[in-house]
């Protein structure tokens, strides 16, 4: 039999080039003529260590090609493959040019990906490792960076791979270790879906860590909420969130997963409830510390309150937690008119442990197991959903749409009045999350953009529009919550009372104008909260925005469908670290300038800095716009800042600026003065103000300069600006 003619190396593909050369056959190939093909050329005539050097030299050329894969050699080993046929040779394809490199017989360090042109190297073995606080500071960098821009665990670990090829710092491998990701997670099964029980002993740990000042009692705010978690499926968690009033951060004490409500509450708040039964009686103690714990208030909206209460819902007869009030059916809806039959007897705890109204109570709730827990003192009305998210909302949906047609304001009346609004974006400070929007946008406003047209821009862009009757009623529920809201004002008796006779008065006059079929169970409630406030004080104290703010954080930390009570555990655990990072100082200037001092008397004195931001806890002032430069003096005057200026050591803040006329006559008479309110009417600043000096100390409130007639501004204090 006659010897195989064997085929042309040149024409021999780059698989079977390389299964050749594994086979140590380079012996037997047939070498043909010269080849344009000359790169690759006959191993003879291209030896190992030839392609080596060619690896390098082409790859130098070619950085800017990221197909190039980068690699690290040791010159031993590339000594070595130049006279060992053991050694072998890729070819790593970049498009019209290439570059190649040795790839070792021992390859439990370098990884291909099928045959394309993936290569991984570990770092030379010569070069030691760094083990030192900078490996530690950068570890520690790093896993603060994942958390707080949620980055996924996948992006991190490729991250620590590229740093631990190309650096000398020694890092974790994986990033479950970077970020001390639980390994396991106990979910226990509960009826159609799963609980997972995070702890309260747990959170109220974190509490007091974060708190400057240690008090030696814990008032708890828990929320229960349901919260859609995907917009193809039912699927949903039912979480229960705690929190409080010093520290304000909320704090996930276990979560419910499953695609419907939990079907037994008493299983479902059951290890929680046995928690706060120990706590509340034994108090909790860390670092040889007892805190007393109480169980101060029960946050929900109306739906979640009837569930975890096991009380009629919103939509019964007897839905009202407050009082005995019984509601009534008219035009085909429940309503509550004022002063139907029960509305002056209130509900008291004992009514809850009773067994006979079941036209009330379909269930004993667990939280009555809780000692010194009362279901009608400690479970308040939630400003968020009662009246942000309630009644303003049906208040523009009325005006926009409602029966009979003589409550409804023309559509162009309504243009209108989207043209308004819309212009007091050019003047909303940063304090205000969202920027007010059209009436046509009703449906998709936030709770936050509800709030802001009850308290700062109803009353400017709805006087011109509303007829007198319905104006005044929008202007007492307007005026009653500003005052329950402030927390100046909130804690005096006084104040409060007379907040309650306008909300009393406010459900009057709407059944007036609306019809009392239009006084639902939200309106109706009005006439208790203000009971709420005498014990908790301003509103903003006991609502759910601050929940409900949390809640849009779970979800971002959900990846993926499955198994969304796994990863919130393991997410949880991880944030762990970044709670306990310590606080940063609570007041900052920014944006140091040089610019001429604007008044003369100072510009002899020296060691003067000059600032254009300046950062408290609880405001901005930004001396470059107009919207976020404007404050109310605790003196009554209204100040635009214009230059912020210390001393060195940033000691003796003061603010430079001009001091805005404002006008006499009050933006609304009824039913209070609104400058009773510290609500003015003021020209914009002009040249002619003088400049003038203000300590930080003077500031009252940080001012939202709502647009108003032509040259002229209201004057709205931020509410929770005050200092």
Known sequence: MGRIKLKNYNNISLRHRRRLLNKNTKSNLVVGNNSKNDS??????????????????????????TVCKTATFDSNVTSAASHSNENLCEYVDVGDEYCSGPILHNTE?????????????????????????????????????????????????????????????????????????????????????????LGLENALKKMINQQVQHNNEIDLLINIDGLPISRSSTACLWPILCSDNVTKQVFMVGSYYGHEKPTDVALYLQQFVDEAILLVQNGYCLNNKIYKVNISAL????????????????????????CKIEGQYINNRICFPFGSGGSNILRKSEDFWQDGDEEFQYDKSPFLNIPNFNPVLNVPLDYLHLICLGVVKKLILLWMSGKPLNIRIPGMTINKISSDILKCQKTVPREIVRKPRSLSDIHH????????????????????????????????LHTAIRILCNPNISEDNNYIVYAENLLIHFVQSFGIIYGNDKISHNVHNLIHIADDAKKFGSLDNFSAFR???????????????NQPLQQLARRYTELEQLINLNPTSKVHLKKLHSEELSIDSLAFINN???????????????????????????????FCVLNIICEEGNKNVRFVGKCLKKLESALYSQPCSSRDLDIYIVREP????????????????KLWMVPYQQSTFVAIPLLHTNS
Request: aromatic residues 10%; hydrophobic residues 35%.
């Open 40 to 65: 690759l050329g006959n191993p003879e005539e291209n030896p190992i260590s030839v392609i080596v050097n060619r690896f390098h030299s082409q790859c130098s050329q070619n950085t800017h090609n």
């Open 547 to 561: 929940f409900e703010n949390y809640m849009s954080h779970i979800k971002k930390l959900i990846r993926k469908n």
């Open 109 to 197: 360090h370098i990884a291909f990906k099928n045959t394309e042109t993936v290569v991984s190297v570990d770092p030379p073995r010569d070069t030691p490792h760094v083990h030192n606080d900078s490996s530690i500071q950068l570890q520690e960098q790093l896993a603060n960076w994942a958390l707080i821009f949620n980055v996924n665990l996948n992006a991190v670990s490729a991250l620590l791979h590229i740093i631990n090829n190309f650096t000398t710092y020694s890092l974790p491998k994986d990033a479950r270790t970077l970020l001390q990701t639980p390994r396991h997670t106990i979910v226990k099964s509960m009826g159609r879906g799963q609980y997972l029980h």
């Open 686 to 701: 002009s040249h002619s103000n003088n400049v003038t000096i203000r300590d930080i100390s003077a500031t009252k409130y």
């Open 299 to 322: 946050i929900c909206d109306a739906p979640a309150k009837s569930f975890a209460l096991c009380i009629k819902g919103h939509t019964g007869y007897n839905s009202c937690s407050k």
């Open 445 to 476: 406003w936030k709770g936050t953009e509800f709030r802001s047209f009850l308290l700062y821009v109803g009353p400017v862009v709805l006087k011109k529009y509303l007829s007198a009757d319905m104006y005044l009623n929008f202007l007492t």
């Open 608 to 638: 003067i800095l000059q600032f254009k931001i300046y950062e408290s806890e609880k405001y901005i002032i930004d001396s470059r716009h107009f919207k976020d430069s404007c404050i109310l003096l605790h003196s009554g005057e209204i």
